[in-house]
């Protein structure tokens, strides 16, 4: 036997071995590949955040001068039809940078906050300010002049930049409490009404676009603050989540890591002052030296009709946008565009079903993660539903568990040592991130009680941290990560756990129903919350009480049955287009405080029937007697229900 036909031999065996070893971890892994594939994209680009540290580059500003050199005239920001290129964005905020540069009460390290809606001076502002190592505070435009000085004063700022489109929501008392309190006010006009208030636009017409002096812009640490950005505050007033240079660096990369490339055309219709248009979206395109298109506000009538006038490629959605991308009329176009990659988290997997079916197939990259957090998850695999994937790789760039959590208690369940018990393959638990140097909580700024309440201590052993996300976890058979519902909004109804997500996905299968928004309302006597639904219905459709009935009782546990249904003319979300519940509870089912439709799920009649307030006060009537000579009381609740249909008399007894 020649060399010859030793080495063809040896060769064939070696292709042989590869293909059977590809086969087998194919067969008792589907997933092994795309495993891999993503652990090695999350390696690189670990390594290269390292690898341009040790060529200075430490900031988002320092990432974004990087692409002026190389693209200086491709466009960067288009808005309103205006393009604006990366030089053009790079000189503006270089004049920024000049008029702050003459503030001798500003320096460097100093936090400026920035009132403003979607425009190019967002950018640009945020930029220049950044260049001359400003600590920046996103606001949101939709708070109220208590929680927005509130905001000024947690983050330390010394001085506001107000868009001129946010002036007129202002009160007075807040402007002359700033100027009270010696921070400066900076307004995006060329005049202002107010004493002791600068304008920025005129004095951007007569400075120089030179560029600042390196020693401003320059960064020594990428664990350095860049970035306050507040919470929502749907427990109180908002949060100052401490965002550092490293972990902008990091997010930036979530659309590289999705497949875009510096040819896509992303479409942003999201709040800048949230992070994932803000650090997700134009940090994205900085990191792919791609091109945006800006929208004000988002439009769902207008969202098609875009992505096609401007040949998007690339979108980012948050909350209820797709659900409400589904509801609008049909039309031959909607189909005609060049949108391949979708980037969000908050799709319900009916949306998502429905989303795919209707305007073609985009790839959605699911994710979880929250603004102050130190855990993440990315769905890779554009699995329907879920918003991440636990490999055998993962545990070794994360450390992260799924706790048995009491929602009765709020709190872990702890065995009988005083440990944490971690739940089991396919149960829900709370989701806990160990806090060490390579996964850091920096907390929240000017609020060291509601940072420590963030942490979970002494969890598995004495003196381990843990980060407390707040939410509901479960990961399945295959490794999939599914969001089951926040910990304050899942509620417990006879001795049975409700996760609110689950009943609304069931809800909005009927075709009647546009949105549903679930949560427990409290009746007075008995332990836990009552399922109660605010339902919007589609447009021209009516309310079904005996379908609704049917529907749930085909679909959903007894203890999971919303009882009492509100309807909706509008639903209420928060800016990012989530479902507030906060007011729902509040208001629960009183019909003597609540003007919108209610319905009441009668057994007897195998309907939801209208909730009157003569109904309604006789219904806690019957459930005051009944507790009286019941032991039972979610029985005797179902006794109301049933005699109350029948109209007994108000003072009748149950028995």
């Known amino acids: 036997m020649n060399w010859c036909t030793m080495l063809y031999m040896w060769l064939s065996a070696l292709a042989a071995g590869a293909v059977m070893l590809y086969v087998s971890l194919k067969f008792l892994s589907p997933y092994f590949w795309e495993d891999l594939n993503y652990f090695m994209r999350r390696i690189r680009f670990k390594m290269r955040i390292t690898r341009r540290a040790s060529k200075g580059i430490h900031s988002l500003t320092d990432m974004f001068m990087l692409q002026v050199q190389k693209t200086p005239n491709k466009p960067f920001i288009i808005y ?15 004049k920024v940078a000049q008029v702050f540069l003459r503030q001798e009460a500003l320096k460097k390290g100093d936090t400026i906050a920035l009132l403003m809606s979607n425009e190019p001076d967002f950018i640009h502002v945020w930029f220049g300010l950044a260049k001359l190592g400003f600590v920046i505070t996103f606001l949101n435009v939709n708070l109220h002049s208590r929680s927005l000085l509130h905001c000024v004063n947690t983050s330390a700022a ?29 307004l995006m006009s ?47 007033f908002p949060k100052a989540a401490v965002i550092s240079h490293l972990k902008i660096l990091s997010v930036c990369l979530l659309f590289a890591q999705c497949g875009a490339a510096s040819q896509d055309i992303m479409y942003i219709t999201l709040p800048l002052y949230h992070i994932s248009a803000s650090l997700i979206g134009i940090g994205g395109c900085i990191e792919l030296g791609a091109t945006c298109v800006l929208k004000k506000k988002f439009s769902a009538s207008q969202f098609w009709s875009d992505c096609t006038k401007y040949n998007v490629t690339l979108f980012l959605y948050i909350g209820e946008i797709c ?8 039309n031959e176009g909607e189909r005609d565009h060049l949108v391949r990659i979708a980037l969000g988290n908050g799709l319900r997997p009916a949306v998502w079903e429905e989303f795919l079916m209707r305007f073609g197939p985009i790839r959605i990259f699911e994710f979880y993660g929250a603004t102050e957090g130190n855990i993440g998850f990315f769905n890779y695999i554009n699995k329907i539903g879920a918003v991440g994937r636990v490999s055998i790789f993962l545990k070794f760039l994360s450390s992260f568990e799924l706790l048995k959590y009491d929602v009765w208690k709020e709190e872990p369940v702890k065995d009988k040592h005083g440990w944490c018990v971690k739940t089991l393959k ?21 609020n060291q ?20 996300t707040g939410d509901l976890m479960l990961i399945d058979q295959d490794g999939f990560v599914y969001f089951t519902d926040r910990v304050g909004d899942t509620f417990r109804w006879k001795g049975e756990n409700v996760a609110t997500l689950e009943v609304a996905e069931v809800l909005g299968m009927l ?21 109660m639904a605010a339902i919007v219905l589609i447009s021209d459709q009516q309310f079904d009480g005996k379908r609704l009935y049917k529907h749930v009782m085909d679909f959903l546990p007894r203890y999971a049955q919303p009882q009492f249904v509100r309807i909706m003319e509008v639903m209420k979300t928060t800016t990012t287009f ?15 405080i609540i003007s919108d439709p209610l319905y009441f799920l009668d057994e007897h009649v195998k309907s939801y029937i209208p909730l009157t307030k003569e109904i309604y006060r006789r219904l806690l009537l019957e459930k005051i007697i009944s507790n009286k000579q019941n032991d039972g009381q979610n029985d005797a609740l179902m006794m109301v229900q049933n005699k109350h249909i029948r109209q007994i008399p108000a003072k009748q007894d149950v028995m």
């Not at 149960?427 to 991130?433: D, I, Q, R, T």
């Open 449 to 468: 009680e509601a940072s420590e309440r963030k942490l979970l201590r002494d969890v598995f052993v004495k003196g381990d941290v843990y980060f407390n």
């Open 80 to 94: 309103e039809g205006n393009v604006h290129t990366y030089q053009d964005v790079d000189r503006r905020s270089n």
């Open 158 to 186: 010394k001085a506001l930049v107000i868009g001129a489109d946010c002036l007129g929501c202002l009160e007075e008392e807040f402007i002359f409490q700033l100027l009270k309190n010696n921070i400066g006010i900076w």
């Open 426 to 446: 396919g149960e829900a638990g709370l989701l806990v991130a160990r806090v060490s140097p390579s996964t850091p909580f920096d907390g929240y700024a000017g």
């Open 323 to 330: 659900r409400y991308l589904c509801h609008q009329p049909k």
């Open 511 to 531: 075709d009647f129903v546009q949105e549903a928004n679930v949560y427990g309302v409290s009746v007075k006597g008995y332990e836990g919350r009552i399922g």
């Open 578 to 592: 989530k479902h507030q519940k906060g007011h729902l509870v509040n208001e629960g089912f009183n019909p003597e």
């Open 190 to 236: 060329k005049s202002s009404s107010f004493q002791h208030v600068d304008t920025l636009l005129d004095k951007l017409d007569n400075v120089s676009d030179d560029p600042v002096p390196p020693h401003l812009t320059a960064q020594t640490s990428m664990i350095n603050t860049a970035l306050y950005i507040f919470t929502s505050g749907s427990t109180g």
